[in-house]
């Protein structure tokens, strides 16, 4: 009898055992998914934080071969630079001995004029036409005319001469710039210079 009057003392309990049971289920739950939860938090914040490292480490990578490509970058144009300027030196020393030669050529084709006027320096036989004999048109006609012919003669000569050098010197001066512009090419690290086999 004692037990059937604790039971009928809990029967007033019995409507809220059944809410008890889903409270403590619900708690059991709660408590699982709060645990699951800071778990699982704290093991995507690893992978999170692993992940952010690795990106870190990454990005220092990229960052470190992007400074090396600039200083690449700067020491090529630097270098590229400094024979851009020794070229342009050059030219102008090239062009400088260029204009010399062609005042040499001019000089030298005065120089011969005169000298072929004074007599001092003769015409080779194939250029010096032989004096025609005494004929029809008297010795004066024929003393002009060789005057005449031979100053075309030293003329044509002068020129021949001049244009050689002149020639001479723009050959030279194309032959330098050639050479000069290669080793600026090879120098700036454009190219490179193979040796002769």
Known sequence: MAGTKILAALDPLRP???LTRWAAGLLLALLVLAFGYRWGGSHW?????????ARATENAK???TLQQLAEATAAVAAKARAASEKLAQSRHENDTRYQKAINDANRAERDL??????GSVQLRPEWACGSPGAG???????ARG??????LRWAGATHLVAGGDRADAWIGWLQRELIDTRRAVVAA???IEVPDR
Do not use: F, M
């Open 16 to 18: 809220y055992a059944d």
């Open 45 to 53: 914040r690893g992978e999170y934080q692993a992940e952010v490292q």
């Open 62 to 64: 990229h960052a470190a």
């Open 113 to 118: 004029a005169a000298a072929l006027r004074r």
């Open 136 to 142: 029809a048109g008297g010795a004066a006609g024929i």
């Open 146 to 151: 060789q005057d005449a012919a031979a100053e």
């Open 189 to 191: 690290g454009c190219a």
